[in-house]
């Protein structure tokens, strides 16, 4: 019996050393586990086809993980269970991160196919709903090209839903040459309605029939919120919509396989802006444009007779119209759905308007939006306020309801950028969608094409009329974006607020710089009007570094700054010279003004002059104060800034030049035209005008070209005029190259276009730095007046020491930029490596990357860069981030 006993001992022990040596093994295996992992991990951002050899180790390494817990449990090494799996969770977590880094590289590699080949075998359509607006056009003109581009099919939806519903002749395909001179037009050439057929579900069973039998499965929508919806509950229910299809014998099961899923893009077209998501939508600024020549037109007469005007602007319940108009006019008062007015003011209008009247102005603008509504709900009309200026204070006063004028006219220069560069990205989303991605709208978020879901920016804007009925108004406001955020802060800090008592004893100085542009004197308006509010002394510098150094400084009060809103060129005088050999005479005068601070507004010779100013700190102490320079330039080549104020105007009278000729060219038939423009080496005008105008071709400095190039667009125009489009439009940049003037370029295109067309050319000259400022330019100007001196407040209270001003930090002289979504300051030092000193332009440039944009829609066969395309946002997050 013992010997038995001792034999099953003996094999227990053998079985255990069995188990430790299998133990041992596995911590072998492990440690290899281990090793591989980390070669894993450093070949993955090699290697495309290491997530699959992850998720291979990552299984077998559970499964050693599995067998050294049971060791552990035979053994009863419990406290080294919770060990190992933590152990295994970590690297369960880092090699799925790494897989799915990995995924998302070989996804973006496999986007990256040849553009012209996404939409081959696959069909787009396009249609416009709901209001129309300005800009439609251009966005219905892009989305035809790219589509076309691409190889896909494209359909013009006519008569919106209402055409989607009726099929037949309403649905037809679109052409490269159909979409021609489209982009000068206002409202929408494929024509919108409101269909009581399409909210039903027999009417998108039919709309949903028409397409599927001409293979179309990828929907572009332009319209508002409410078309928007409509397509969103047009794509959740296709499914279902087949099915009834199918049943009813109207579609065959292959016909319904083959577009088993719909895609859906909305572009949002509304002069209202009152879509949650995009900064601008399509129409808003050629409405901004309709208003304020209307209002320009009244000042006029309204001074004549020392009148008040009331003027209503559409908008329904949305005040972004209201509120920019009121900032790019200098309003006396606004009203807005958004934010009624306080309890009692009736009593505080009036006193505005006889204070304003008492300090010598001669008119009073008032601006009422549509919705606008007290806080008791009740509406406040044009009649009403007319009514109560008239008996409270006996002023004559007009009442202008402005209609149907907004919705007009050309789409300015912005809304046919702002519609071919949606176009495009609403093509390259519809061909990168699968059947899981949502809804999305193309949208724009500072300068920058955004994907955002599209219920999310539906839902959103529910949000703010929930807001506004529950009376939270201030929430309402923030809902509506950031952008009308500070649009509504800035006017309520220039027309609501008294100056203070006490007075800081700081002195601003504010001076031009450079070239005159539009859109200046709303800077400086806006600078002196907000330094006063903050209590300090506004002194005016006149004609720019060279008074600062002559002397020739006058303080300023309120009432100076007047009516500078509308204002064109610098009422201050302003010259190009810089400080460099005025830097004694201009410390003596900073120290005999006593001033502690300086604004300068201008181009690149404010940049240029306030690193002078910098470098000069080490000699002269006068000059250790803050400053902050304003980019303001037709040319829009200052560092630091993505866009200039007076850029928008000169980019529009260009525009508005090219079309006249573009005209003149359709009407003689064969020509082609040579235009001119300004900008120096900074090829910004010439490419963004090219985009708006629809240019053939725009040479710029930015972009070498060579005579293979204009052999190339040269053969290019000889193809187009074997067409129907009989006309082209070239675009030369005033500095793109030494040798190839304008004068060449017009010989070389009149020689080897003998006998097909002939050429005209014409140089815009000033008249690009000329006109009021544009209400972009406006608004642009006023908030960042607005903004610069805000923030020199706040650095004069970081740099006091010891009882005076002392600012000789880099952070203490910034340019103040727009840079994609926000503001920004930045040091002038920093900046310098970035800038070409010699050529006057920035190193790195952001609407470069719009150029191809520009080749494609002029018919070259290029390749389109898919990699920078937009990716899916998500509205509630971006606006907290912004």
Known sequence: METVWDNCVCVCQVCVCIWDAFVCMCQVSLCFIELCMCFLKLSVLLFHWIPHIGLAVLIWQCMHRKIQFEA?????????????????????????????????????????????????????????????????NAAVRATVRVGIYTGAKVYFVHEGYQGLVDGGDNIRPATWESVSMMLQLGGTVIGSARCQDFRTKEGRAQAACNLVKLGITNLCVIGGDGSLTGANEFRNEWSEL?????KAGKITAEEAKRSSHLNIVGMVGSIDNDFCGTDMTIGTDSALHRIMEVVDAITT???????????????????????????????????????????????????????????????NVIIVAEGALDRQGKPITCDIIKNLVTKKLGFDTRATILGHVQRGGTPSAFDRILGSRMGVEAVMALLEATPDTPACVVSLSGNMAVRLPLMECVQVTKEVTKAMAEGKFEEAVKLRGKSF???????????????????????????????????????????????????????????????????????????YVGGWTGKGGSNLGTKRILPASMIED??????????????????????????ELVTAREKYEELCIPLVVIPATVSNNVPGSDFSIGADTALNTITTTCDRIKQSAAGTKRRVFIIETMGGFCGYLATMAGL??????????????????LETNVEHLLEKMKTTVKRGLILRNEKCNANYTTDFLFNLYSEEGKGVFDCRKNVLGHMQQGGTPTPFDRTFGTKMGAKAVLWLTDKLKECYRHGRIFA??????????????????????????DTDIEHRIPKTQWWLKLRPILKILAKYKINLDTSETATMEHVIKKRGAV
């Open 242 to 246: 087949l099915q009834i299809l199918l």
């Open 808 to 833: 000789n930090t880099p952070d203490s002289a910034c340019v103040l930029g727009m840079r994609k979504r926000a503001m920004v300051f930045q040091p002038l030092s920093e900046l310098k490596g």
């Open 692 to 709: 708006a105008a629809g240019a053939d071709a725009a040479y710029i400095y930015e972009e070498p070209f060579g005579i293979h190039d």
């Open 485 to 559: 955020e500070n649009n509504w802060n800035t006017y309520k800090l220039l027309a609501h607020v008294t100056a203070p008592d006490v007075k800081s004893n700081i002195n601003v100085a504010i001076l031009n710089v450079g070239a005159p542009c539009a859109g200046m004197n709303a800077a400086v308006r806006s600078a002196v009007r907000i330094g006063i509010l903050q209590g300090h002394n506004m002194l005016a510098v006149h004609d720019g570094f060279e008074g600062l150094a002559h002397g020739t400084i006058e303080p300023v009060s309120w009432a």
């Open 301 to 363: 007469t309204a001074q004549s007779h020392q009148r008040a005007f009331i003027l209503e602007v559409m908008g329904r319940h949305c005040g972004y119209l209201a509120i920019v108009t009121a900032l790019a006019c200098g309003a006396d008062w606004v009203f807005i759905p958004e934010m009624p007015p306080e309890e009692g003011w009736e009593v505080h209008l009036c006193r505005r308007l006889t204070y304003q009247r008492s300090i010598g102005q001669r008119l």
């Open 72 to 136: 552990n449990r035979v053994y009863d090494e419990k406290p080294t269970c919770k060990k190992y799996f933590d152990r295994a969770l970590n690297d369960l977590c880092t090699l799925t991160s790494i897989y799915n880094g990995c995924h998302l590289v070989n996804m973006q590699r496999s986007t990256n196919v040849d553009p012209t080949k996404m939409g081959v075998g696959r069909a787009i359509a396009v249609l416009t709903s709901g209001g129309d607006a300005q800009g439609m």
């Open 586 to 611: 201009i410390s003596l005068n900073i120290a005999k003004f006593n001033i502690h601070a300086l604004v300068i507004i201008g181009g690149f010779e404010a940049f240029i002059g306030g690193l």
